[in-house]
C-alpha cells in the first residue's frame, strides 16, 4: 500500500497545491496550473454529482491529487473521466497514484457508466498503472486514450 491517507480536496489556494503545481511545472506540465485556472474562473470546480478532487497525503504533505469528473469531451453525463492526476515526483514508486485512481474509482459506478483517461504518450508508467486497474487503450479519440466500462451501456 501507498502509506498515504486520501481524502477530499478543496485547498487549491493552499500551500500544497503550490508546491505540487510547482512541482508539475518543474517537469514540464501545466495540467495543474490549468486545474487552478478553471477552478478559480467556475468552470471546473468538480461539484456536479459524481464528481470530486481527491488528494494524497502523506505526513502533513500533499503527495498528490486526481480529480474525477463529468468527461467534457462527452455529450453524456454518464462519461466520467480522471483528470489532473499528479504525484510529487519524490513521492513515486509508493503506490500513490494507483491509490488515488482505485478511491475514484471505488463509487464511480454509481454515478458514470465508463470512465476515460487521457495521457501523453511519453508515460509508460500511467498507461501501465491504468492498464492494471482494468482501462483498456482507446484508439480513434483525441480525447480519450483508455477507457474503463462501470456498467452496462458502454
Known amino acids: ?5 486520501i481524502r477530499p480536496f478543496d485547498d487549491i489556494d493552499g500551500a500544497g497545491f503550490t508546491a505540487l503545481a510547482e ?5 514540464g506540465h501545466r495540467f ?7 477552478w478559480h474562473a467556475g468552470t471546473n470546480r468538480f461539484d456536479r454529482p459524481g464528481e470530486m478532487v481527491i ?7 500533499l503527495a498528490g491529487v486526481l480529480g474525477r469528473g463529468i468527461d ?3 455529450q453524456d453525463p454518464s462519461v466520467g473521466r480522471l483528470r489532473h492526476l ?9 503506490g500513490i497514484g494507483a491509490a488515488l485512481a482505485r478511491h475514484a474509482l471505488a463509487d464511480a459506478a454509481q454515478h458514470f457508466r465508463l470512465i476515460r483517461v487521457r495521457m501523453g504518450p ?11 486497474l482494468g482501462f483498456t487503450r482507446v484508439t480513434g479519440n483525441p480525447f480519450a486514450t483508455h477507457a474503463l466500462p462501470l456498467r452496462d451501456g458502454t
Open 86 to 94: 499528479y504525484v510529487r515526483r519524490d513521492m513515486r514508486g509508493r
Open 32 to 38: 495543474l496550473d490549468r486545474m487552478a485556472a478553471d
Open 72 to 74: 467534457p469531451h462527452s
Open 1 to 5: 500500500m501507498s502509506g498515504a491517507v
Open 55 to 61: 488528494g494524497a497525503w502523506v505526513g502533513e504533505t
Open 122 to 132: 511519453d508515460n509508460p508508467g500511467a498507461a501501465a498503472m491504468y492498464n492494471a
Open 23 to 27: 512541482d508539475a511545472r518543474q517537469e
